[in-house]
């Protein structure tokens, strides 16, 4: 069992290209979550999905979109990178996205627009 | 806005010292409070989840307490060895679903 996997392990990227960070999970987890880890800043929450079909807004959403169309998978994709979109994105997925799920995460994805 | 602050940044101890890493966080009205590790360039690996009516939550070398009304978790590592080396980061879930408001975590250093 591979839990969750991120794809590309790392990327450079140049500004304004569109990029989509790929993230599978073989756990049957109901919610998934994307987060961007920052130093200084910590992990914050992009984007989130409590099931298939549903997605909703984290704490930093803007410049991300999201997508859902079935339980594995949860891309995050960037329309058109900025700098400040240099990160380690990490991908996380619980259970049923209740208050007692434990979270599993991702190895990360970082990613570098220059 | 719900704030999680970690304390220390960083620590540094001999291998078999008991440490107590340090979490607190500014609105008391939380769901759970959970404790991570991280290694060096990976993911997170959940340690310990305590839910907002529990006191403490323990795993092997591992207790976790939490006092919600103070706002403020502590993870107690017993006999520290040099495999704990790694970043220490709480998060707390607020909200009726699983997404959590991470600290910046402690950076643990078991020297040998």
């Known amino acids: 069992i591979a839990g969750i996997t991120q794809a590309p392990t790392s990327q450079i990227l140049a500004a304004g290209r569109r990029m989509t960070l790929r993230c599978t999970q073989d756990?049957?987890?109901?919610?998934m979550y994307w987060y961007r880890q920052d130093l200084g800043l910590g992990l914050r929450l992009i984007h989130y999905?409590?099931?298939?079909?549903?997605?909703g807004k984290g704490e930093v959403p803007d410049g991300y979109s999201v997508s859902r169309a079935n339980t594995d998978d949860f891309p995050l994709t960037l329309a058109s990178a900025v700098p400040s979109q240099t990160s380690v994105y990490f991908c996380?997925?619980?259970?049923?996205?209740?208050?007692?799920?434990?979270?599993?995460f991702g190895p990360g994805t970082r990613l570098t627009v220059l | 806005k719900q704030e999680v602050t970690q304390i220390p940044a960083a620590l540094s101890v001999p291998e078999g010292e008991n440490l107590v890493l340090n979490c607190s966080f500014t609105?008391?009205?939380?769901?759970?409070l959970q404790w991570f590790r991280q290694d060096p360039g990976k993911g997170l690996t959940s340690l310990l989840l305590?839910?907002?009516?529990?006191r403490e939550q323990t795993s092997g070398r591992l207790n976790a307490s939490l006092d919600k009304s103070s706002g403020r978790s502590t993870l107690y590592i017993a006999a520290s060895q040099p495999g704990d080396s790694a970043t220490y980061l709480c998060?707390?879930?607020?909200?009726?679903?699983?997404?959590?408001?991470f600290g910046e975590g402690t950076q643990l250093t078991v020297n040998p």
């Open positions: 998060a707390v879930n607020e909200t009726s679903g699983s997404r959590l408001t």
């Open positions: 609105d008391s009205a939380i769901y759970n």
């Open positions: 996380a997925s619980s259970r049923s996205g209740g208050i007692t799920d434990t979270q599993y």
């Open positions: 756990m049957r987890h109901n919610a």
């Open positions: 305590i839910q907002s009516s529990q």
């Open positions: 999905s409590n099931t298939a079909g549903t997605t």
